[in-house]
């Protein structure tokens, strides 16, 4: 089974500093990696993902994130974090293969943006 | 296009009760999961359904609970006699196809 990591369970900036949030995953195979946000008392909205192809992705609000394989990671970065990128997000991985369509879930890492 | 719904989005239960939690995915999509998230952790998998078919329930508790995705209306998990540990957000996503799951808002139950 796929095993996600998130090291940093809580991050605070300050309003338009950079910000990386770290994901580390184990897997012998190839995988799919996704990040996604979950505001407070919402569901899961997806932020980017990585498929195939070029390894740094582009998403949502400005976030990006990067597939290094020789890490084993995909990490989150954004260059100036605003007061509404306050939320908790999380980095999953699925397996690259038919039939295996679940997602495995990190523990999440809450953003903390101060003003 | 309307996203995933979920509803309800709060059930309370007594220990013994029966919940039952709905799901409808997104127009189109044909096949649904189901995650639960417990307090200040990440979401587990539980269940993929496609339509009439449980394709992989290997994150599904052995006892009490189960799911269905019927031809016709919403998925349904049903958990029998809730207990306490069962408190948790459910959280259903839908897919056109893999690899791209979107996520509906939650149904937190509270079991008392």
């Known amino acids: 089974a796929q095993s996600v990591t998130q090291l940093d369970s809580q991050v605070p900036v300050f309003e338009e500093a950079p910000v990386e949030l770290r994901c580390n995953y184990s897997?012998?195979?190839?995988?799919?990696l996704f990040w996604y946000v979950q505001y407070p008392n919402q569901g899961l909205q997806l932020l980017l993902k990585?498929?195939?192809?070029?390894?740094l992705v582009k998403g949502i609000n400005g976030f990006e994130a990067e597939f290094n394989k020789s890490q084993t990671s995909f990490h989150l970065r954004k260059p100036s974090v605003h007061i509404s990128d306050t939320a908790e997000y999380f980095c999953a991985v699925s397996e690259g293969r038919a039939g295996a369509n679940n997602l495995f879930f990190g523990t999440g890492t809450r953003l903390t943006v101060i003003p | 296009n309307a996203g995933v719904m979920q509803n309800p989005r709060h059930l309370v239960r007594r220990r013994g009760q029966e919940a039952r939690l709905r799901c409808s995915p997104m127009k189109g999509h044909s096949h649904v999961y189901w995650y639960r998230q417990l307090p200040e952790e990440g979401l587990k998998f539980m269940v993929y359904l496609q339509k009439e078919n449980i394709i992989d329930e290997s994150g599904m508790p052995k006892e009490r609970f189960s799911a269905e995705f019927p031809k016709e209306g919403p998925s349904i998990l049903r958990i029998q006699q809730v207990v306490r540990g069962d408190s948790a957000a459910y959280f259903c996503a839908s897919s056109p196809s893999v690899h791209e799951q979107y996520f509906g808002p939650g149904t937190r139950l509270t079991v008392t």
């Open positions: 897997s012998s195979v190839s995988v799919y």
């Open positions: 990585y498929l195939s192809g070029s390894t």
